[in-house]
Structures are given as structure tokens and as C-alpha cells.
Nanobody, 119 residues
Framework: QVQLVESGGGLVQPGGSLRLSCAAS????????MGWYRQAPGKERELVAA???????NYADSVKGRFTISRDNAKNTVYLQMNSLKPEDTAVYYC?????????????WGQGTQVTVSS
């Protein structure tokens, strides 16, 4: 069984920074990618950033240059460093781990952590 535990969310002023962490435990294997999604009230969940098993990263256009995703393989932990935060970054952020077998895959999700950017 896989569990993802998120931490690091909170309230921050525009222009501030936060660092999100997601620690995975359990039967972790065949990881294709780890990433972060977010969902604001009334909106669909969207991809923020992802890092593949090979280390390739990709970001939503809205966060490029401001957010950085990284991982610590020894700790099975993925991070999201968020700088120059804007009010439109306000959302619940969810950690994602995708495990795959050929063309089949399964997504595991963290509990979500609230990020609020407001003055």
C-alpha cells in the first residue's frame, strides 16, 4: 500500500515563497513520474510541475521561472519550491506519484495542502 504525506502549505503574501514536500512510503516501484497538481475553487485540477524517473522536468506555463520541482530518491520525497507567489497561485496542491507497467499505470495522490497567497 502506498501513502503520500504532504506538508509545507500555508498563507503567504504576494512575492513570498513556500516549499512543499511530499514523502512517499509503502510499496514504491516502477515509478514513471512524480509531480504536483493544484485545484482552485470552481476550477479543474491542473498539472503544475512533474519530474520523470529519468529526471526530466516540465512545468505549467504559468509557473515557469518561479517554481522548481526536485526529488530526493533516497527519501522517496518530491519537493516544490515556489517563489514570487501570486494570488492566482492560491489553490489546494496535491502530490502525485505515477507507477506504470508498460502502457498501464496507476496514480496515487496525497491528501492535499492549502496554499493561500494574499495581502
Amino acid at each position: 500500500q502506498v501513502q503520500l504525506v504532504e506538508s509545507g502549505g500555508g498563507l503567504v503574501q504576494p512575492g513570498g515563497s513556500l516549499r512543499l514536500s511530499c514523502a512517499a512510503s509503502g510499496s514504491i516501484f516502477n515509478i514513471n513520474a512524480m509531480g504536483w497538481y493544484r485545484q482552485a475553487p470552481g476550477k479543474e485540477r491542473e498539472l503544475v510541475a512533474a519530474i520523470t524517473s529519468r529526471g526530466t522536468t516540465n512545468y505549467a506555463d504559468s509557473v515557469k521561472g518561479r517554481f522548481t520541482i526536485s526529488r530526493d530518491n533516497a527519501k522517496n520525497t518530491v519537493y516544490l519550491q515556489m517563489n514570487s507567489l501570486k494570488p492566482e497561485d492560491t489553490a489546494v496542491y496535491y502530490c502525485n506519484v505515477r507507477m506504470g507497467w508498460g502502457v498501464a499505470f496507476y496514480d496515487y495522490w496525497g491528501q492535499g495542502t492549502q496554499v493561500t497567497v494574499s495581502s
